[in-house]
């Protein structure tokens, strides 16, 4: 079973920067497809970024492409997600999730293990 656990949110004026993370057990991330969700009050969940497992190929949501990036720590067995240049439209909470799947879709339902969420606010 894999358990996944968010850390990092919180709140920060628009222009600044977070980095959340998910630490990942019961599977290395090395053999997780795993992703960045957010949910936003009112809205659907919504795909923010994700990186395949072994190779670590990512692909972003073009609303974040270009500020956020997803990198993975193997030896903490960690996923990390460096949020930069924030603007309050990325104020959600964020939760991480994970597949061990080869075949998928960016989309929640393809994914099978979810974390707790991370609020982030992002003020004016």
């Known amino acids: 079973q894999v358990q996944l656990v968010e850390s990092g949110g919180g709140l920060v004026q628009a222009g600044g920067s977070l980095r959340l993370s998910c630490a990942a057990s019961g599977r290395a991330v090395s053999d997780l497809a795993m992703g960045w969700f957010r949910q936003a009050p009112g809205k659907e969940r919504e795909f923010v970024g994700g990186?395949?497992?072994?190779?670590?190929?990512?692909t972003y949501a073009d609303s974040v492409k270009g500020r956020f990036t997803i990198s993975r720590d193997f030896a903490k067995n960690t996923v990390y997600l460096q949020m930069n240049s924030l603007k309050p439209e990325d104020t959600a909470v964020y939760s991480c999730?994970?597949?061990?799947?080869?075949?998928?879709?960016?989309?929640?339902?393809?994914?099978?293990?979810w974390g707790q969420g991370t609020q982030v606010t992002v003020s004016s």
């Open positions: 999730a994970a597949t061990l799947s080869g075949s998928f879709t960016w989309s929640p339902r393809s994914m099978n293990y």
């Open positions: 990186v395949r497992r072994s190779a670590g190929y990512t």
